[in-house]
């Protein structure tokens, strides 16, 4: 048996250690060697003793023989003496902090274990740490004895200190990277090693959160990660973050911080459906926690900002320093993150600032990772495929394109080297320059202390992208993401911007105005998108034919107009171009070459392997139209062909025609996969060959296996969905009697909307409240954004979506709100206009439904779903021309959305005027009138519309005349000349919606009057005039009310009238011929303002802002003028 002196007295390099020799005349060990030589005798036989059990279980096989010395030395525990197992437990720490102990070579390892072996396999007393804690704490962490540890007396790794923290836990907390790189290349069990780093730590988290927050090298931070299982990398710590909500901070945001975020969203991207304690997706926590000159906002409201050039660093806030980690995570959260919520931005840079757009590859062991067009070289990451910046928008040509290749983290050897982290708490040996007055001063990193905005941005996008590729995913009912979900994720319930563009429904010629001057000008897009549709619409310029003599170009017109609007990736690209004349190559190249598209599904029978090439080189999924042709599957297949497309994964297949058998199809599919097979398998040994020329920093591009997607039995050609005008009915029928009332409300709309206050606007200081538009909220099956009657009077910005497509094909898309399945909403739509052509639309779509008898409903959760957004929002009118029935099936079951659905109705009739209509299924019993909602809820703010025929009487199959509050023209109801809508489906239609459409459009006609009157109050107030000081503010307050509202709409019924009809003779037929009479006048304008003033009045008299009313205005906050 060697002696122990030889073992620390001239230690030599252990083969493959790599370390230095030992100094010999270390006195502490010295010492120990004295102190102990004493007890050699014993020792010696206590060795022999283990010895010859050993000898006995050599015949078990390794794994039995590790546990059974394992429990041998854990019996043998209570026979150690507890003074004696502290003493060499001292004896152990004392070695461990000696020179040269590191480089120990074989003998002296055998030695020490000799001598100490019972000692560090014995669980330690009460409040005193094992010898892992000791190497993962204050002492050397010595790699060969973690391992030795971890491979016979694993459990020590179960031990906990006086805070009951494991080893493991301890040295991830202290940033201790030899020790954690020993634990990963021993033989620990993997299970253990997830259950360690899932133990919930100080701060509620677990040591993922520890990592990440301590700023651990990164490569060893993205093997932890590796380590555990997607649950636990969505547990959320004491503020509500999870580990990806503490990683993508901005204060952590460096060259190499991006490793890490892929690294998570790659394990698992449950954390994106996590937010923190103050309500914060991960997109809008590392929004929140930037600088606030680094934030979208504050960029926008200046002038743009210079490029930060490498190195150069964005100055932090104060509380990125100094302050403990909880305190400044808490300062963030409470002061600033509820200023960030539905801000307009989108990463922090402006089109112009960011003008590289990001490419996706998907490799072996990480789901999907980001890849950017432009990206310096010192962000080579471990998870991380990263494209050089082409030089042009056609850089898919480009011979010196370049690649990262995305290392494997699980395929990895797990002796890989390390580098040491700069900001690392190791405490293995240290030189006296960084030791200062007896403490350890940490090395500022030169890597990943400064902050920069541009790595900010690249996260920023990489979480954004992420999230908009899974809502095309597949999942759960319950996990499922959607548009809806995407939106929340970036912007909350305040938005701004449009992350789609989806003309699928619209089959028709389309104006080029109506892109570049009408409602969808408003539209302001995030530079990414989540998917752009479009159906088979030709684009027409004043002066030119509808259709081209040669190939077509209304896509490129279209994609032309996205890049103006500064979008610059575009996830997934849809393009009805099934029928001819098709697009040309050359079009189809233009219109996409300046995206970066990640799926297309562009129809064009028999599209071009090149000009998919050149249009969408960064594509991974693709679907194409297949006519059965042959000679296209070996276009397809061949050198090249799709097999060049670095990127792709995925491809389906489409048979638009079926000329040959079936068997035939079949066998040429098949040869047809094996080419492509073979085409890719010789492209990646090429570029293998040529590797060290073409690309000799960033190694290999990803080149993954593609999965082809056979056709289905069945040729379709349709998509399957209810399409506007499908069922095309003029609601122009035989000639009837027109309705007096309209005539009336067509000579004053007219008349008034001559009369525009943007001026006064302009000039004079006024509230908030009168600057703006009335606000109808109408929510319905959406609204055709192009019509003539209402294209100026729609709010673009504010317009939402609650009813998703029902195709697997369009799996995560949502129906747009600027567009209609019916035209009921859009028919809706005209006739608010029509009564009120100043107010602002906002639409709000509901998902439909087809029923087994054909006809279309709204369902009960996108109503309620509506609903509880549009109570949120600051509109004046909410307007609903449907029912919903209560449904006790269990099939059918929808109580809990009606429940949702009165709940909404009760907060929005606070602060908003709520119109519903009559079920129009003739009379009724009560309790069955309870089961259609809105109108059959207890809610009496609500304002309950039915029909009225030509002769001002209640149409009859109104029905609910007791519960319905007002009559208005409903039944045979004309639209203006020029201003017809072609409805499709008519299951939505009725008459008692027309009435509640016109009945809203009254309520927001007085509403504009009262707001007129008032901004000329605020004009004569400056003046000597007897008009002054006919409103207030407070008037316009006043007439939003329920109540006063109400009184409004009563005065207007006859006296003792008990068929509720609002007569609009009173007050607009004799102002409407005044105002028609003030266009001659010599003074037109201010004879106009008289006559609204006085109408105003009117409307808002003393006796109808009864007590109730007061009350009801009186909480309002004062306005400042």
């Not at 509050?965 to 045979?972: A, E, S």
């Amino acid at each position: 048996m060697p002696s122990f002196e030889p073992a620390f007295g001239g230690l030599t390099e252990m083969t493959g250690s790599g370390v230095g020799v030992a100094s010999p005349d270390d006195d502490l060990l010295v010492q120990t060697r004295e102190e102990d030589e004493e007890e050699n005798e014993e020792d010696k036989g206590e060795c022999e003793e283990a010895e010859e059990e050993s000898e006995e279980d050599e015949e078990e096989s390794e794994e039995g023989e590790e546990e059974n010395q394992e429990d041998e030395i854990d019996e043998d525990d209570s026979h150690i003496p507890p003074q004696e197992l502290l003493e060499k437990l001292d004896a152990v720490s004392s070695a461990l902090s000696a020179k040269g102990f590191v480089e120990a070579n074989t003998a002296a390892q055998q030695a020490f274990l000799q001598k100490f072996g019972r000692y560090i396999a014995s669980k330690p007393p009460t409040n005193r740490n094992n010898v892992l804690h000791m190497m993962a704490a204050d002492r050397s962490a010595i790699p060969w004895l973690i391992r030795h540890i971890l491979k016979h007396y694993s459990a020590r790794m179960d031990d906990k200190d006086n805070a009951g923290r494991q080893p493991l836990t301890v040295a991830i907390q202290v940033n201790k990277e030899e020790f954690i790189k020993a634990v990963l290349d021993s033989e620990y069990d993997d299970k253990n090693l997830q259950w360690i780093l899932g133990s919930p730590s100080s701060d509620s988290g677990n040591s993922i959160h520890d990592a990440i927050k301590n700023g651990l090298n990164p490569k060893l931070t993205v093997d932890l990660i590796n380590k555990v299982s997607g649950d636990l990398l969505s547990t959320r710590d004491n503020l509500g973050r999870t580990p990806l909500h503490c990683a993508v901070e901005y204060e952590r945001c460096s060259k190499t911080q991006l490793n890490v975020v892929n690294a998570l969203m790659s394990r698992s991207d449950l954390a994106l459906d996590k937010k923190t304690n103050a309500h914060l997706s991960v997109y809008q926590h590392h929004i929140s926690t930037r600088p606030k000159q680094y934030r979208p906002a504050a960029r926008k409201a200046s002038a743009p900002a210079p490029a930060l050039k490498p190195r150069e660093q964005a100055p932090r806030q104060s509380h990125d320093k100094g302050m403990p980690e909880k305190k400044r995570q808490q300062s963030i959260e409470t002061e600033e993150s509820l200023k960030i919520v539905g801000q307009n931005y989108s990463d922090g840079l402006l089109p112009a600032q960011n003008p590289t757009p990001y490419r996706d590859m998907r490799s072996s062991g990480l789901r999907r990772a980001l890849t950017f067009k432009s990206l310096s070289a010192d962000c080579e990451a471990v998870s991380l495929t990263c494209p050089p910046s082409p030089t042009s928008h056609n850089c898919q040509e480009s011979e010196s394109r370049e690649a990262m290749t995305t290392l494997n983290p699980q395929a990895k050897s797990k002796k890989a080297a390390y580098s040491t982290s700069p900001n690392s708490g190791s405490k293995g040996p240290r030189s006296s320059a960084t030791k200062k007055q007896g403490k350890t001063v940490k090395k500022k990193s030169t890597d990943s202390a400064p902050v920069y905005s541009e790595y900010a941005d690249q996260i920023a996008s990489a979480v954004k992208l992420q999230y908009l590729r899974s809502t095309f995913e597949n999942r759960t009912e319950s996990e499922q993401r959607s548009h809806e979900t995407a939106m929340n994720f970036l912007y909350g319930d305040s938005r701004t911007k449009h992350i789609c563009f989806d003309l699928l429904q619209k089959e028709n010629v389309m104006s080029l105005k109506s892109l570049k001057s009408g409602s969808y000008s408003q539209f302001d897009f995030d530079h990414v998108l989540q998917y752009v549709a479009v159906g088979p619409i030709i684009f027409r310029a004043e002066g030119q034919p509808a259709l081209p003599e040669k190939g077509r170009r209304d896509m490129v017109k279209l994609f032309n107009w996205l890049k103006d609007k500064n979008v610059t990736n575009i996830i997934k690209v849809i393009v009805d171009d099934r029928k001819g004349p098709f697009h040309s190559d050359e079009a189809i190249i233009e219109a996409l070459s300046p995206f970066i598209v990640e799926i297309l599904d562009w129809s064009k029978p028999d599209l071009c392997p090149e000009t998919i090439q050149k249009a969408c080189a960064n594509v991974r999924e693709l679907h194409l139209s297949w006519t059965g042709l042959n000679g296209m599957l070996f276009a397809w297949g061949g050198i090249d062909g799709l097999a060049n497309l670095p990127y792709l994964t995925d491809i389906y297949i489409r048979q638009t025609q079926e000329p040959e058998p079936e068997a035939w199809i079949s066998e040429k599919l098949d040869e047809f996969n094996r080419r492509l097979c073979k085409s890719r398998d010789r492209i990646i040994s090429e570029r293998s060959t040529n590797s060290s020329n073409a690309m000799p920093r960033y190694g290999l591009p990803l080149f993954p296996e593609i999965k082809v997607h056979r056709p289905s039995n069945s040729i379709t050609d349709g998509d399957g969905q209810i399409t506007a005008g499908a069922v095309s009915e003029q609601r122009r029928g035989p000639e009837f009697k027109d309705h007096q009332w309209l005539k009336i409300m067509d000579r004053f709309a007219a008349g008034i909307f001559s009369l525009s206050p943007d001026g006064l606007i302009k000039k004079l200081n006024l509230p908030v409240e009168l600057q703006r538009d009335v606000r109808i909220c109408l929510i319905d099956d959406g609204v055709d954004a192009e019509h003539r009657s209402i294209a100026e009077r729609m709010d673009g910005e504010m317009g939402r979506a609650f009813g998703a497509y029902t195709k697997d094909e369009y799996r995560g898309m949502t129906m747009p709100f600027y567009d209609s399945t019916t035209n009921h909403g859009t028919l809706m739509a005209s006739m608010m206009a029509r009564v009120c052509p100043n107010v602002k639309i906002v639409s709000y779509r509901l998902d439909t439904r087809q029923g087994e008898d054909q006809k279309v409903r709204f369902t009960a959760k996108s109503a309620a779903d509506a609903l509880e957004q549009a109570a949120k929002q600051d509109f004046d009118i909410i307007s609903i021309s449907w029912i919903v029935r209560k449904e006790t099936i269990s099939v059918e079951n929808n109580l809990r959305d009606i429940f949702r659905l009165e709940n909404a109705l009760r907060l929005a009739v606070k602060d908003k005027l709520v119109f519903c209509s009559a079920p129009d299924m003739g009379e009724i019993t009560s309790d069955e009138l309870m089961s259609y909602y809105p109108i059959g809820a207890s809610i009496p703010e609500l304002f309950k519309i039915g029909a009225a025929k030509a002769d001002n009487r209640p149409w009859g199959p109104a029905g609910a005349q007791t519960a319905v509050n007002y009559f208005l023209p409903g039944h045979d109801v004309r639209e203006k000349e020029g201003d017809e809508v072609i409805l499709g489906d008519r299951s939505l239609m009725s008459e008692s919606s027309i009435a509640t459409a016109l009945a809203a459009g009254l309520a927001a006609l007085m509403i504009h009057v009262v707001r007129m009157a008032t901004i000329r109050t605020y004009e004569l107030n400056k003046q000597d005039s007897a008009e002054a000081n006919i409103l207030k503010l407070i008037s316009l307050k006043a007439i939003k009310s329920h109540a006063t509202m109400r009184k409004t709409f009563d005065s207007m019924t006859k006296t003792n009238d008990k068929e509720k009809y609002v007569h609009t003779w009173v007050h607009f037929n004799r102002k409407g011929h005044e105002l028609m009479a003030a266009g001659e006048a010599i003074r037109t304008e201010d004879e106009k303002w008289r006559v609204i003033s006085e109408l105003a009045r009117d409307i808002v008299d003393s006796k109808y802002m009864d007590e109730t009313s007061h009350q009801q205005v009186s909480n309002f906050e004062p306005i400042r003028v």
